[in-house]
């Protein structure tokens, strides 16, 4: 249930107009979410066009701009010019983030998008959602089996076994 709606009995057009706009989603490795042959602007871009977000391609890259700098990133303008490869995990991961939230979803769902990182950089990807979930004042759904990281950023908590809500 989303917003009153059940998700499961929306039709294909009603899902695809949710997807990317009210709710997003956040991959676990950011390189698959990512094209290799598109600039990091060019892709959040995108993102944009795709939901009817801005009115003007400099519209779109103003904002592009300032979602890689509330997502951390250091010179929004240079950074949107780059490819994935020349992006270390952990800037390829606010990329990824600063794509969710283009089209200010009230929902975003993370699937373990700290695996893979140093635990340096994973604290900082934490301090970030939930510095982001405070400030825009949307919904997160953590997925994963890392407790330790359950603790430092949920709310409330649900133990899942066998697709079944145990706990």
Known sequence: SFDGDDLLQLSPAAL??????????????????????MRIGDQIDEVQRAHGHGDSSAQRFAHTCELLTQVGLPTPVETSRKYPHQLSGGQQ??????????CNPRLIVLDE?????????QAQILQLLSRLRRQQGMAMVYVTHDLSVVAQVCDRVGVMYAGDLVE
């Open 93 to 102: 991961q606010r990329v990824v983030i600063a794509m969710a939230l283009a």
């Open 16 to 37: 695809r107009g949710l997807r990317g706009g009210r709710i997003s989603f956040v991959s676990q490795n950011p390189i698959t979410s990512l094209s290799p042959g």
């Open 113 to 121: 998008p700290t695996t893979g990182l140093d635990v340096t950089t």
